[in-house]
């Protein structure tokens, strides 16, 4: 779970951001059954439903710290580095750090790849999280972040 990915800290989640993520997803939601029309989605997986787990995500409340936390677990592999717990298997950080590295700045991706080359995810909140595989993972907060 997320909550050990950040070392047993507290987690709050916004169920008002959520109910508005709901309310005002229709592009989502589009694309989402349009992956699955494309056989994009394994058998017995719902486009609603996945759409649903990516706004309970969005909706989950975590500080900078807790999220540097994830991050620097993200960095050593899957062991959280507050518990020295094994807490994310290593494919699935290899699939999260490709994931990040090609898509996690936005539009803004390739410039980042080609200007830094290293597995970052930024979003409205202004935090990025940033990931130096087998070294160190670190967030920075600035709200400018997301604006530019």
């Known amino acids: 779970s997320l909550q050990r990915w950040c070392g047993g800290l507290t987690l709050d989640f916004s169920n008002l951001q959520y109910l508005a993520m709901k309310e005002h ?16 989605y394994p058998p017995r997986t ?11 995500t969005y909706s989950v409340k975590m500080s ?4 540097a936390v994830v ?12 518990t020295g717990e094994r807490c994310i298997a290593p494919g699935t950080v290899r699939d999260v750090l490709s ?11 390739g410039r980042w ?3 830094v080359g290293i ?19 670190l967030v920075i907060y600035s709200p400018r972040v997301a604006r530019d």
């Open 113 to 115: 790849n080609f200007r």
């Open 46 to 56: 719902g486009p609603t439903e996945t759409a649903n787990m990516l706004f309970q």
């Open 64 to 67: 900078a710290s807790k999220l």
């Open 25 to 40: 997803a229709l592009r989502i939601l589009a694309v989402s059954h349009y992956m699955k029309g494309m056989g994009s």
């Open 71 to 82: 991050a620097a677990t993200l960095a050593s592999v899957g062991e959280c580095p507050l």
């Open 119 to 137: 597995p970052a995810v930024t979003g409205e909140s202004g935090l990025l999280l940033i990931v130096i595989p087998n070294r160190m993972g």
């Open 99 to 109: 994931l990040m590295y090609t898509c996690g700045m936005n539009q803004y991706s």
